[in-house]
């Protein structure tokens, strides 16, 4: 299962710096990349994204990671019989939360522009330890499909630090 990494760079007053746009249109690519073998094999995509919200990001940070995340789903059609999305964000192993959920029991009012204009706005930040790998537990319990889909779970992050090694988490 391919996952897709970032490092959260400081701007001044929340803009994000020249290469740091550089660097969001880069992952952008390589997200889009990722995303489009994986529909070569399935036409059912779920995709979850680990949004990092520890201490180590800060507050503008964090919310240029829910913005990279906004632009990489303003792309996709988001609907249960294609893509479902899931947002959880992480700080320290008492705050893994599931913010957005179209995954386990999707409704009718869960669609793309629900998740992009209200959903993920109302996110707010929490800031914290850094647990990566409960995040990618989280990730690993999400709901399934009944039928057989592609599971995707980015990870935006201020790095590797934190409490336990996501490698050790089995999907």
């Given at each position: ?150 599971p995707f779970r980015p990870l935006v992050s201020s790095g590797p630090q934190g409490f336990g090694s996501p490698s050790s988490v089995k999907f």
């Amino acid at each position: 299962m391919p996952t897709l990494s970032s490092s959260s760079s400081s701007s001044s007053a929340g803009n994000l710096s020249e290469s740091a746009e550089r660097k969001v249109e880069r992952l952008g690519l390589a997200f889009k990349r990722n995303v489009r073998v994986l529909r070569e094999k399935s036409s059912c995509l779920d995709l979850v994204f680990l949004v990092d919200e520890s201490s180590s990001v800060g507050a503008n940070n964090f919310l240029s990671e829910l913005h990279f995340v906004r632009k990489m789903l303003s792309d996709f059609p988001v609907a249960p019989e294609d893509t479902r999305v899931a947002l959880v964000t992480f700080s320290s192993k008492t705050h893994v939360v599931t913010r957005v959920d179209h995954i386990s029991a999707p409704k009718s009012h869960q669609h793309k522009c629900s998740l992009l204009n209200q959903e993920i706005p109302a996110i707010n930040y929490r800031g914290g330890g850094t647990y990566t790998k409960g995040a990618f537990q989280r990730a690993a319990r999400s709901g399934r499909r009944a039928v057989a889909a592609s599971p995707f779970r980015p990870l935006v992050s201020s790095g590797p630090q934190g409490f336990g090694s996501p490698s050790s988490v089995k999907f």
